[in-house]
């Protein structure tokens, strides 16, 4: 099958009937990123394109529980358990690889019964950002790198995660960082991975393997925000579903294995004029003035950020000293301990790499938030910190140490509110404050075995 996903709806029907399509899968990013939705037989989806879904499943924690009672929650939400309008996207239409019959797969956008953007679908909360770039005339543009881990099946909780066999027979017991015959030991599973990403168009860029054992890290070809979101979103739901096809488990948390490092959703991003010119550069090569006003509103806002780019109680694990990842929001050239880092770079290709992002984040949200902090940075022309030159692993602390810090800075931080719409941010604020709660009630291994008998 062959994929044009440039279309508008008329050759939506026309590319389904090309393809033989059956079925179609309606997918729905929730806050969580996981897939909601409906699976519509083709004439169905064809004859009733204003789906319904209700608007509560936005409101749900990771487990699937609402936060009712929860004041921003129930202004938001009400008391009627409304619906919203599923309109699909054609741009997004991809055939489903794995299936049997021939299924096809599209993301939906959400909207009230008056066709107004639900304010609080993560798509219409990176599209309300990026708005605000094309008000002035520019295009942010980004590329993801994210890491994730490949484990061996594990059903049972509460037994510790460890790598997967590979074709050797045997797992990794030290860190192969950049081995090709690592990523070798899995050839298998990822030739089914770049095969059924060139059927979706994903458009992967390079393979790598990771610190960790059995962490390895995907590239994405730069591109505009919701572009490289939607293959984000795919990807994730794809590499789960190969691995699993191939025995194992693949996960995107933060920090799956106590004595590995993390897994983070780096975000390389930079600014286009209406010509294509890079705005962080002025015509002589030189950095411009946008280009430090971004890097200083990512300084400011980033810590308030977090709750959106460090979105559980385990992504936290990630950000410690000595773990990998950036523990402040320092900033310097080709340099990896800084949270925000400038790659070496021909002007036209000057960019500003996020490594607080984790790689649980949900790529709209995250992309979201980022983007609204160097924005926040132009508009307020704020200025950055002198540049780091050593390594900023040893300064101190300046991100959030927990979910619940981080939940209380987002809450202040009002001019974050405005850029991503209060509504979106009431009814986040409540989701995961709830899954805090729900976290708070379970007792660890670890309280168990230090306090059980030593308290």
């Known amino acids: 099958m062959t994929e044009k996903v440039n279309m508008n709806h008329v050759d939506m029907d026309k590319w389904l009937t090309e393809n033989n399509i059956t079925e179609i899968e309606c997918l729905v990013p929730d806050l969580t990123g996981v897939a909601r939705g409906k699976i519509l037989p083709r004439e169905k989806f064809s004859t009733d394109r204003a789906m319904r879904l209700p608007e509560a499943v936005f409101g ?22 409304k619906d919203m309008v599923l309109i699909p996207d054609p741009t997004t239409l991809r055939v489903v690889p794995w299936a049997v019959d021939p299924t096809a797969q599209v993301i939906m956008d959400c909207v009230d019964h008056q066709g107004k953007p639900v304010d609080f679908a993560p798509r219409n909360v990176l599209r309300r950002v990026t708005s605000l770039y094309k008000d002035l005339g520019w295009t942010p543009i980004v590329a993801p790198e994210l890491e994730f881990y490949l484990l061996e099946r594990n059903t049972d909780p509460d037994i510790a995660l460890s790598p997967p066999v590979g074709r050797s027979g045997r797992k990794e017991t030290s860190r192969q960082l950049y081995s090709i015959d690592a990523v070798n030991e899995f050839d298998p599973l990822f030739e089914d991975i770049y095969d059924y990403c060139d059927l979706m168009g994903l458009e992967l860029d390079t393979l790598i393997h990771e610190f960790g054992a059995g962490q390895m890290e ?18 994730k739901r794809t590499l789960r579903e ?14 799956p294995m106590q004595n590995e490092p993390g897994s983070a959703m780096h975000i390389h991003q930079s600014v286009v004029d209406a010509q294509g010119q890079n705005i962080f550069s002025k015509p002589d090569g030189s950095a411009s003035p946008i280009f430090f006003h971004y890097i200083a509103g990512l300084q400011k806002y980033l810590p308030a950020a977090m709750a959106l780019l460090a979105p559980y109680v385990n992504s936290y694990r990630r950000i410690v000293r000595n773990g990998a990842a950036p523990i402040n929001i320092e900033w310097g050239y080709d340099n990896r301990t800084v949270g925000i880092r400038v790659p070496i770079s021909e002007p036209s290709a000057r960019r500003v790499e996020n490594r607080v992002v984790g790689a649980d984040a949900n790529p709209y949200l995250a992309m979201a938030v980022t983007l609204a902090c160097g924005y926040l940075g132009i508009v307020e022309k704020l200025k950055p910190t002198d540049v780091t030159t050593g390594s900023a692993y040893a300064s101190d602390y300046q991100l959030p140490r927990g ?3 981080a939940l209380r800075e987002l809450e202040n931080a009002k001019a974050l509110h405005q850029v991503l719409g209060k509504d979106f941010i009431d009814v986040y604020l409540a989701v995961k404050d709830a899954e805090h709660d729900e976290f708070m009630r379970v007792i660890s291994p670890w309280e168990r075995e230090h306090l059980l008998m030593h308290v």
């Open 218 to 235: 995907i590239n994405f070809l730069h591109d505009e925000p919701m572009l490289l979101a939607d293959k984000t979103f795919f990807f």
């Open 403 to 405: 979910l619940s810090e």
């Open 242 to 255: 190969v691995a699993m096809r191939h025995g194992m488990y693949a996960t995107f948390m933060a920090k």
């Open 60 to 81: 749900m924690t990771v487990t699937g529980e609402s936060p009712e009672g929860h004041e921003g929650y129930d202004r938001v939400f009400g008391f009627t358990d």
